[in-house]
């Protein structure tokens, strides 16, 4: 089958079901323990292979360097590692909010390094876009990988958790972008939570480290982490902004999402097991 010269793959989000921050290495990572699990919301990217070597994105992101922008970084690793004189043109159609938890910007890398891998034939293994995905984030690998997981190291020690519950997330977008490096750095942050195993964070035993700190600095997330905990047990995902509740069923969610203030952005998501950038290549 011939290879298409233009592709479009979805780039979607992730939630951290909890986050425990167990140390810190030497170098300032930060040792962890998480729950990575997809939900159904994506950005998009269409990918246009040209024969100029060129990498092009648009929209421009304000504020960032294209050089600086993690999809760009993602198309140049794999031209430098492979050699490949081919060039891109890629759209991102943005949906995610930034700062938000979401992971993003990591997905938008993953989709563009397994979606090259896939356009230019430049026959990476899954294993070395992961490898290459880790330099840029510590969840890019998971989206390159493309399973829901448990998480270990840096977020890299990924276990394949196939049997988790789909089930339906209420999210709210509180109106700020939480800087990740603000909180990783905090004096406050615990950083010696100790280990759990994987049954006992199922059953709900684990929180998000970084929750308190996030609460203290931005009042919004504060605010709608209590407005979400009027209808069950909400928690933030990563360092934030973005606050969840986990539902048995899309009406529980959709029931719990017109309850909300008119004035809040919030939106009903499936959580999925295996990510529908994978599937997009598969089908």
């Not at 990498?55 to 600086?68: K, N, S």
């Not at 990988?145 to 209420?170: C, H, I, S, Y």
């Not at 909180?183 to 406050?188: A, G, P, Q, V």
């Not at 009027?230 to 969610?253: H, K, P, Q, Y």
Request: with cysteine; net charge negative; charged share 20%.
């Amino acid at each position: 089958m011939p290879i298409p010269d233009s592709l479009t793959l979805p780039s979607p989000a992730k939630l951290n079901l909890f986050l425990h921050i167990t140390g810190q290495r030497p170098n300032g990572y930060h040792e962890l323990q998480t729950i990575f699990q997809f939900i159904d919301r994506c950005d998009e990217l269409t990918f246009k292979a040209n024969n100029s070597s060129q990498i092009t994105i648009t929209p421009a992101i304000p504020g960032v360097a294209l050089e600086d922008n993690l999809i760009y970084r993602a198309a140049k690793m794999i031209q430098q590692k492979t050699g490949c004189t081919k060039g891109v043109d890629i759209h991102l159609n943005k949906i995610l909010p930034m700062g938000g938890g979401l992971g993003g910007g990591s997905s938008n890398a993953a989709t563009a390094l397994v979606g090259l891998n896939h356009l230019w034939q430049t026959q990476l293994s899954e294993n070395e876009l992961a490898e290459l995905g880790l330099q840029l984030g510590a969840d890019v690998p998971v989206f390159v990988r493309g399973k829901a997981a448990w998480a270990q190291g840096v977020g890299e020690q990924l276990t394949p958790m196939d049997d988790l519950e789909e089930n339906w997330f209420v999210v709210i977008v509180p109106p700020c972008h939480v800087n990740t490096a603000e909180i990783f750095s905090h004096k406050d942050l615990t950083r010696d939570t100790p280990t759990c195993r994987i049954s006992a964070a199922l059953r709900g035993e684990g929180q998000n480290d970084c929750e308190s700190v996030v609460c203290k600095l931005y009042q919004e997330v504060s605010n709608s982490l209590n407005l979400l905990k009027n209808f069950g047990s909400a928690r933030m995902t990563g360092t934030g902004a973005c606050v969840f509740l986990e539902v048995d069923s899309e009406i529980t969610a959709n029931s719990v999402l017109a309850k909300l203030p008119a004035d809040i952005k919030a939106f009903v998501a499936k959580g999925i097991n295996q990510s529908p950038l994978q599937k997009a290549l598969i089908s």
